[in-house]
């Protein structure tokens, strides 16, 4: 009995290093090539939505005819809006021009890279969260549910400890561990019920959780709106969480409500999940859950118990992302929170669900969410666009297979002894 | 395997003593022309979404995208009704503007060999983008509104009481019934029901048997596309309006459409009675609204009888090759 619970690990074993070293590579091309081909899908959009609106000069022509919207334009103040326009319009290295790259004066603390480094910020934990859940093969939707418990109880909490804690730096120190701690606490017993659903009843955990998403906006609205609503508001919001319940800031103006504290602590956060994947037990449980189900049960792994464990850390990872927002963006809890959690989503699927690829698509998605306010205020573009360009890269990321033909019609075809099935 | 089913069959039949009695209950002191119309009315659209997974994930591929398809029939269904003045050319566009949507996720799933719930979660995040975007950049707005379907009334049977708001309804509520049990036949009753079946079952045995597996699943996708559209453009076109804020106001209802047939086990009329189900406690929770419950309470009820629906039944047995990938022998 014990030499086949041995050989089924030993294969087990064998096939997670296969497919680890398989994808690497293969991914980051995948990921490039479907990123290129979104904002390739996205430009013909913007083009075709502009011959739909009606203006009264054109933003662009192209083949002679006159479009409302220039897809060169909307791009670009989407990734350099995003940087605080960091390039020098003389640097024109094509041209023969080398004039210094930064412009003038740009610093890289400005506001816009606030805004961006604030959204990667919570993209990081929420992109860890789905990828976490992912990787042992549950199809965690509800990240954006989680985030909005942990968001909603960190903020209820941290207004009720508040006054119990003396003020300055001391209270800092003990506010802001505690706020993010119920935050994840929060978040984790959130995703525990369809954890302990899946285990224990065998219910989908794609339905549960998109449904407890939906259970968890209303409640929070009811929750503020009914028992914690700020009296002057005409929003649904509570009161401010006191100064020493925000995370402080360095280096930008705390103005800017972004905190290299709390960076630091989204990307420590990627190399734990990192290493909890692969050197722990609990990493390896995880994820030979999420490739061969069968087999790690065979191999020993206690896949109810592994379930449970994986949503509630995944759900954990969301509520984190949640106490970050209340405690650096906002600085108290609002209804209508945006949609952290389903961008984590994009941000693990591009990753490959790996967290450390976590850490390089996060500040995409964090350029591009914040690309997309300075879209909104500079362009007559719909801001909307963000989207619709997170829907296609969800898309072409799906279908690797894809690019995979067209690499193998472009390079000469070489026979792959893996047969090339993979998770996605 | 025998044995298998009739497991199968009588705990069906349980889920459906208890479904029918949660509905006598929560609709008890409830049941007058307005409530019937009501359910009748937001039945519609998550029937129709619900026939359409049916036969995508009959023949093998999960169409968890529905929500997408909902979203974009609601809105392309205002744009052209509001484009031409007519109603049914607006319905019309509105169907087909999904099953564009359901052929490039065919194309993704079976050429490309996509997860089929990642390519499904695409589908809807791509909607979920783009008809707001597409309200924003013609209207300036995510909301947008049109001309709504005018009621046809069928004389003296709309009066009876109770159920006379069956003979008093927007064109949509009859098609309902009819594409019920139009699915129903096809799936039970002709071959290309029995594809269907064998492709999400059996694929090989239907290969053997010289029938394109590829074939079977594209049409059964496609359906799924049309029939999701119909209850997209159904839900905006009876009010006339599309609202793009937030969720849109297809609000989940992709979503519940995915559980309704699920505990309907794969049968279009289990599904439309399920169906019927959230409709009434959706009526039920509107009346409540304006009563003792705070209404964001309330608005929970239906996800959460998903949820305690989903955890008590379970999982209703998906086809075996749900999900999965085939590839002709012959190719």
């Known amino acids: ?424 | 395997m025998r044995e298998l089913v009739s497991i199968g069959r009588r705990r069906g039949t349980l889920v459906w003593i208890v479904v029918l009695a949660l509905v006598g209950v929560s609709l008890s002191g409830f049941v007058n022309k307005g409530t019937v119309s009501s359910t009748l009315r937001l039945s519609v659209p998550i029937a129709f979404a619900a026939l359409g997974g049916i036969f995508a994930e009959k023949s093998g591929v999960i169409n968890i995208g529905l929500e997408g398809h909902l979203i974009i029939s609601a809105f392309v269904g205002i744009y052209a009704t509001d484009l031409t003045g007519n109603v049914w050319i607006g319905f019309v566009s509105g169907v087909l503007a999904s099953t564009l949507l359901a052929a490039v996720f065919a194309v993704v799933c079976l050429e490309f060999r996509a997860d089929q719930i990642i390519a499904g979660l695409a589908v809807w995040f791509v909607a979920l983008g783009l008809a707001p975007f597409l309200s924003t950049v013609i209207y300036g707005s995510v909301n947008a509104d049109s001309a709504s379907f005018a009621p046809i009334t069928i004389p003296g049977l709309s009066k009876l009481p109770g159920v006379g708001a069956l003979f008093d309804a927007a064109p949509p509520v009859y098609l309902m019934f009819l594409a019920v049990g139009g699915s129903w036949y096809v799936l039970n009753r002709t071959a290309f029901g029995r594809w269907v079946h064998a492709s999400g079952e059996n694929p090989q045995a239907l290969d053997t048997a010289g029938v394109s597996v590829r074939r079977v699943r594209y049409v059964s996708v496609l359906l799924s596309g049309v029939l999701a559209g119909i209850g997209g453009a159904s839900l905006s076109l009876s009010l006339g309006e599309f609202s793009g804020n937030g969720q849109t106001m297809v609000d989940g209802r992709g979503f519940i459409a995915i559980v309704v047939y699920l505990l309907g086990n794969y049968n279009p009329i289990g599904a439309f009675l399920s169906t019927t189900l959230f409709a009434g406690l959706q009526t039920v929770q509107i009346q409540l609204q304006s009563g003792y419950l705070p209404s964001s309470l309330v608005q929970t009820i239906p996800y959460l009888t998903v949820i305690v629906v989903l955890a008590v039944v379970g999982r209703t047995r998906t086809p075996d090759a749900a999900g999965d990938h085939y590839e002709s022998g012959e190719e």
């Open chain 1, 1 to 424: 009995m014990s030499d086949v619970l041995s050989r089924a690990k030993e294969r087990l074993r064998a096939v997670l290093e296969r497919s680890a070293r398989l994808s690497a590579v293969e991914r980051i091309l995948i990921s490039t090539a479907a990123l290129v081909l979104a904002v390739l899908v996205g430009a013909v959009l913007i083009l075709v939505s502009g011959r739909m609106t009606t203006c009264t000069t054109a933003a662009a022509t192209y083949f002679g005819v006159g479009f409302c919207y220039d897809p060169v334009t909307v791009f670009d103040r989407l990734f350099f809006g995003a940087l605080g326009d960091p390039m020098n319009p003389l640097f024109r290295p094509f041209q023969g021009e080398f004039a210094p790259p930064f412009r003038k004066g740009w610093s890289p603390f400005n506001a816009a890279m606030a805004v961006t480094l604030r959204e990667t910020t919570v993209l990081v934990l929420t992109g860890l969260s789905v990828a976490l859940a992912f990787r042992s093969g549950v199809f965690n939707i509800g990240t954006q549910g989680q985030l909005v418990a942990g968001a909603l109880a960190s903020a209820l909490g941290l207004l009720v400890l508040a006054p119990l804690v003396p003020g300055g730096v001391m209270g800092t120190v003990l506010l802001v561990p505690t706020g993010l701690g119920i935050g994840a606490v929060a978040g984790g017993l959130y995703g525990a019920i369809p954890g302990v659903l899946k285990a224990y009843a065998d219910a989908n955990e794609v339905i549960t959780t998109i449904m407890l998403n939906f259970v968890a906006a209303q409640f929070a609205l009811y929750l503020v709106s009914n028992h914690f609503q700020r009296p002057d508001s005409q929003v649904v919001e509570t009161v401010p969480l006191p100064d020493g319940a925000t995370i402080p800031s360095v280096v930008f103006d705390p103005r800017m409500k972004f905190s290299l504290f709390a960076l630091a602590i989204a990307i420590g956060f990627g190399g734990v999940i990192y290493y909890l994947l692969r050197y722990t037990t609990l990493g390896y449980d995880l994820r030979t859950s999420g490739l061969q189900p069968t087999g790690a049960e065979y191999g020993g792994v206690k896949t109810k118990r592994t379930i449970v464990a994986s949503l509630t850390l995944s759900g954990a990872l969301g509520g984190l992302g949640g106490a970050m927002y209340v405690m650096m963006i906002l600085g108290n809890f609002q209804t209508g929170v945006p949609s952290y959690g389903f961008d984590g989503i994009t941000v693990a699927i591009l990753a490959g669900n790996n967290p450390l690829g976590v850490l390089f698509a996060a500040p995409l998605f964090g350029i591009i969410k914040s690309g997309a306010i300075v879209i909104d205020t500079s362009t007559s573009m719909p801001p909307q666009l963000v989207d619709v360009l997170r829907g296609l890269i969800v898309l072409f990321v799906a279908m690797p297979e894809f690019f995979r033909m067209i690499g193998r019609r472009t390079i000469a075809e070489k026979p792959n002894p893996d047969g090339g099935e993979e998770d996605a």
